[in-house]
């Protein structure tokens, strides 16, 4: 059998599983002649021993290896040109991977933006997995340039891009958990997963439509806020998914307990905790347990990701599935609400669509149902939740600094609520905000520092004309 492999990023000490790359690899596996594996890379490996591993595990078959979820790990991207550069076909794949390919808007006319990564990869996909059937097909005559989703540079150093399919549900059904390896010292070992994932949303509903936004400079470059910029943009503007995926809509039901059928189970012979990948999941959460348990699956513990809105407006959604879940003994963790902020005017900056209000009543309602159902409940960060706070971002002022301490202290949301450690804003070169900070430099006359494929935003990033 030819073989495959898929390069994604990991933390050390971790043991949960990898959806997408997983998927992927079983896609390709199952529908071509190649075994294809998923390597887990963190940030302490050797990047010496990895090649050794890759290159034994290739053996005399020439190194096909795709790059996906790789959340802008300069040294990854290093090894992947370096790899090409011994004659191995590298791709990068997953969110992001066409424009992480292609560089940052007008970076030819701008020497400071992103220039993108092309040069590290022999092409790019961009889209479902099985788009790549045809380049492996015809990868050995050169007969692949025509595959869908497909990016890569032509004899005049042109990028050329094809359009991608959508997706289809017969491969969205299934995932191969036991195809995931870390790097050991004797090569890849095998690594058991204890937490797993189930697609049921591509994309956020939130990002389904663009609708026009006004967003106030940086604090350092304008501490009145009367400075503004029109965009229009899908979801929150600091999420690189939306622009990505925007709203791809739902899975069915069959296709989702067909993935959860695919879990492995824990040593009672329950289905390990799964995260459901569904930030709406509460108008179906009873039908799908309901189902579940039909088709003698045995759940622990299911893990949601919410909007604190939709939280909120399907409180009767999630009572019913928490009764059933009490009979079941099925622990529902709300492992993430993205709050990011607790200042309306950095939550509109955001383009959340959510007030403090709105983020403090869904608190309240969760600390509610944690008093009536204390053992199918969970959501603190005693119990692993780990809630979206952004600080710092670029508009962060004394007075939303003090807004903010005045919300922690009076709802005790150190408590139960806040991370270890907040996650300062992100730009992403493809986001919204990347559009607004762009606009910002061609209006001020000004430059703010690269950082790989992410765009600085504070005074120390400005570049010095």
């Given at each position: 059998?030819?073989?495959?492999?898929?390069?994604?990023?990991?933390?050390?000490?971790?043991?949960?599983?990898?959806?997408?790359?997983?998927?992927?690899?079983?896609?390709?596996?199952?529908?071509?002649?190649?075994?294809?594996?998923?390597?887990?890379?963190?940030?302490?490996?050797?990047?010496?021993?990895?090649?050794?591993?890759?290159?034994?595990?290739?053996?005399?078959?020439?190194?096909?290896?795709?790059?996906?979820?790789?959340?802008?790990?300069?040294?990854?991207?290093?090894?992947?040109?370096?790899?090409?550069?011994?004659?191995?076909?590298?791709?990068?794949?997953?969110?992001?991977?066409?424009?992480?390919?292609?560089?940052?808007?007008?970076?030819?006319?701008?020497?400071?933006?992103?220039?993108?990564?092309?040069?590290?990869?022999?092409?790019?996909?961009?889209?479902?997995?099985?788009?790549?059937?045809?380049?492996?097909?015809?990868?050995?005559?050169?007969?692949?340039?025509?595959?869908?989703?497909?990016?890569?540079?032509?004899?005049?150093?042109?990028?050329?891009?094809?359009?991608?399919?959508?997706?289809?549900?017969?491969?969205?059904?299934?995932?191969?958990?036991?195809?995931?390896?870390?790097?050991?010292?004797?090569?890849?070992?095998?690594?058991?997963?204890?937490?797993?994932?189930?697609?049921?949303?591509?994309?956020?509903?939130?990002?389904?439509?663009?609708?026009?936004?006004?967003?106030?400079?940086?604090?350092?470059?304008?501490?009145?806020?009367?400075?503004?910029?029109?965009?229009?943009?899908?979801?929150?503007?600091?999420?690189?998914?939306?622009?990505?995926?925007?709203?791809?809509?739902?899975?069915?039901?069959?296709?989702?307990?067909?993935?959860?059928?695919?879990?492995?189970?824990?040593?009672?012979?329950?289905?390990?905790?799964?995260?459901?990948?569904?930030?709406?999941?509460?108008?179906?959460?009873?039908?799908?347990?309901?189902?579940?348990?039909?088709?003698?699956?045995?759940?622990?513990?299911?893990?949601?990701?919410?909007?604190?809105?939709?939280?909120?407006?399907?409180?009767?959604?999630?009572?019913?599935?928490?009764?059933?879940?009490?009979?079941?003994?099925?622990?529902?963790?709300?492992?993430?609400?993205?709050?990011?902020?607790?200042?309306?005017?950095?939550?509109?900056?955001?383009?959340?669509?959510l007030t403090v209000k709105t983020n403090i009543d869904a608190i309240l309602l969760m600390r509610r149902l944690k008093k009536e159902f204390p053992l199918q409940w969970a959501y603190s960060n005693r119990d692993g939740?780990?809630?979206?706070?952004?600080?710092?971002?670029?508009?962060?002022?004394?007075?939303?600094?003090?807004?903010?301490?005045?919300?922690?202290?009076?709802?005790?949301?150190?408590?139960?609520?806040?991370?270890?450690?907040?996650?300062?804003?992100?730009?992403?070169?493809?986001?919204?905000?990347?559009?607004?900070?762009?606009?910002?430099?061609?209006?001020?006359?000004?430059?703010?520092?690269?950082?790989?494929?992410?765009?600085?935003?504070?005074?120390?990033?400005?570049?010095?004309?």
């Amino acid at each position: 059998m030819k073989k495959m492999a898929i390069i994604t990023s990991y933390f050390d000490g971790e043991s949960y599983g990898l959806l997408g790359p997983q998927m992927a690899a079983t896609v390709i596996q199952e529908n071509t002649p190649f075994e294809c594996i998923v390597i887990a890379v963190t940030h302490s490996d050797d990047k010496a021993v990895l090649t050794k591993a890759l290159f034994g595990y290739f053996g005399k078959e020439m190194p096909i290896v795709g790059f996906s979820s790789l959340n802008g790990r300069e040294d990854i991207f290093l090894f992947a040109k370096a790899l090409k550069a011994e004659g191995a076909i590298t791709f990068l794949a997953g969110p992001q991977s066409d424009v992480d390919f292609l560089g940052e808007t007008g970076w030819r006319d701008y020497p400071h933006r992103f220039r993108g990564f092309s040069e590290a990869f022999s092409f790019a996909l961009q889209g479902p997995a099985e788009q790549v059937f045809p380049v492996l097909e015809g990868i050995s005559n050169g007969q692949w340039k025509n595959a869908s989703g497909l990016l890569y540079t032509d004899d005049d150093c042109r990028i050329v891009q094809t359009p991608r399919q959508s997706w289809k549900n017969k491969f969205l059904r299934r995932v191969r958990w036991n195809n995931l390896y870390r790097v050991g010292q004797t090569g890849l070992e095998n690594l058991t997963i204890i937490s797993g994932q189930v697609i049921q949303h591509i994309g956020c509903p939130h990002a389904a439509q663009a609708k026009p936004v006004e967003l106030v400079y940086p604090y350092h470059l304008d501490s009145k806020g009367e400075k503004r910029i029109r965009l229009k943009l899908k979801g929150c503007s600091f999420c690189d998914v939306s622009s990505d995926k925007g709203f791809h809509g739902a899975l069915d039901l069959d296709t989702v307990l067909s993935q959860i059928a695919c879990l492995p189970e824990d040593a009672e012979g329950r289905t390990i905790s799964f995260e459901l990948i569904n930030e709406n999941a509460l108008p179906g959460l009873h039908r799908l347990i309901q189902e579940s348990s039909g088709r003698g699956m045995s759940l622990s513990q299911i893990k949601l990701t919410l909007r604190a809105d939709w939280f909120l407006s399907n409180e009767n959604h999630l009572r019913e599935a928490l009764h059933l879940a009490r009979k079941l003994r099925i622990r529902i963790l709300l492992s993430s609400i993205g709050f990011e902020s607790f200042d309306d005017r950095i939550l509109r900056n955001l383009n959340k669509g959510l007030t403090v209000k709105t983020n403090i009543d869904a608190i309240l309602l969760m600390r509610r149902l944690k008093k009536e159902f204390p053992l199918q409940w969970a959501y603190s960060n005693r119990d692993g939740a780990i809630h979206g706070l952004i600080h710092p971002t670029p508009w962060d002022s004394p007075e939303t600094d003090s807004h903010i301490q005045q919300i922690t202290a009076s709802c005790h949301i150190h408590l139960d609520i806040l991370p270890a450690h907040s996650v300062p804003l992100i730009i992403h070169h493809a986001s919204g905000l990347a559009d607004w900070i762009r606009e910002i430099e061609t209006s001020e006359e000004i430059c703010f520092e690269r950082y790989v494929s992410v765009i600085g935003w504070w005074n120390e990033a400005l570049l010095k004309m």
